[in-house]
């Protein structure tokens, strides 16, 4: 970290002292402030927000200035807000206001309707980001993200670019579609996606209702092999799958993906578009690490769905699926850059 940016993270953090407990479903931070309570120790966030968006109620977290230029970080599967714990206190420094929420079926994001489908298919779920921007007066943003969260980023800015002013993307371009997901893939590749055929059938979800913690700590050991994340680390993140739709919206979404389970008409169009595999304008920078164990494409299969300015990070060091968390200098200096491509 640069001198400049620790001056900057003292200036906005002041004198105070600030004492946090972990998030997590209906319960937010300790957080006390100096300078409107802009930066928290590493692990925690100011007190959440919430707000009334589309069939939710999200819950998110926010710091830095709020005349500031939006940025949304978007986390993905098995992870949460805490993924961006030390990348969104380098933006708010730089001026950003930053938005972390929580995605449907996390934290203490809520259905609004008990009627409502635990709808987990892609669309759906970045629907919610801009139905969020909606509701805080956010005309566009960059938007960051990773696994979920880079897909959901992708599809907004590929059929919505007027609401994405930049786009930094885990493992590039995500979108997909239901006859995608229907084609088989060689067995290697199969072999990495053991979960998604697992949550196909009624033992998986059973187990996944049954097993969350240890699912998903196994899910962050493969995905990120050469992360050694401490126990205090995963159980704040884990404490988002307690989540009383979390099981049905994490089933839902990879069921979609092949074919086993039906979304919602309302979103017929746009998936119809996104199975189009449609290019990207907006200002874009792709991030990988090198140690990635989560299935991913390779960098040259996607560049060419990039259309506007344009630029590829491979991330060194052990780097894996959780980069954001991983290697937050990286991550904050790719939404800075492409702030400028």
């Known amino acids: 970290m640069s001198t400049n940016l620790e001056t900057s993270r003292r200036r906005l953090l002041g004198a105070a002292v600030i004492s946090a407990a972990a998030l997590g479903p209906g319960r937010a931070a300790v957080a006390a402030a100096g300078s409107g309570g802009t930066r928290t120790p590493s692990g925690a966030f100011p007190p959440l927000r919430s707000a009334r968006a589309g069939a939710l109620e999200i819950a998110y977290a926010e710091i830095g200035p709020p005349g500031g230029d939006p940025v949304i970080l978007l986390h993905g599967w098995p992870y949460d807000i805490h993924a961006f714990e030390d990348v969104a206190p380098r933006l708010a420094a730089e001026g950003y206001r930053v938005i972390v929420p929580y995605l449907r079926g996390f934290g203490a994001t809520r259905f609004v309707s008990p009627d409502s489908l635990r709808n987990g298919q892609p669309t759906a779920v970045a629907l919610d980001t801009i139905a969020l921007m909606d509701a805080l007066g956010v005309g566009s943003a960059i938007l960051g993200g990773f696994d979920w969260g880079a897909r959901s980023a992708d599809i907004i800015a590929a059929l919505w670019p007027e609401r994405c002013k930049g786009l930094v993307a885990v493992s ?10 229907a084609k088989p893939l060689p067995p290697e590749a199969e072999l990495q996606w053991w979960y998604q055929f697992y949550f196909a059938t009624e033992r998986g979800r059973a187990g996944y209702e049954a097993n969350r913690r240890p699912f998903n700590r196994l899910i962050w050991r493969l995905a990120s092999p050469k992360w050694s994340f401490d126990d205090a680390t995963f159980e704040r993140s884990a404490a988002a799958f307690d989540n009383t739709d979390h099981v049905a919206v ?4 990879y069921r979609w993906r092949m074919g086993l389970a039906d979304g919602e008409r309302r979103y017929d169009a746009d998936e119809a578009r996104l199975a189009a595999a449609p290019t990207i304008r907006v200002p874009t920078i792709t991030l990988e690490g090198d140690a990635n164990g989560a299935p991913h494409p390779d960098p040259a ?7 506007g300015p344009y630029a590829h990070r491979l991330v060194p060091g052990g780097v894996g699926h959780n980069l954001p968390q991983e290697a937050p200098e990286a991550f904050a200096r790719a939404i800075l850059d492409v702030a400028r491509l």
Request: charged share 5%.
């Open 172 to 181: 590039g371009y995500l979108i997909g579609s239901q006859a995608s997901g």
């Open 250 to 253: 994490v089933i839902h979404n």
């Open 301 to 307: 299969a996607y560049a060419a769905k990039f259309t």
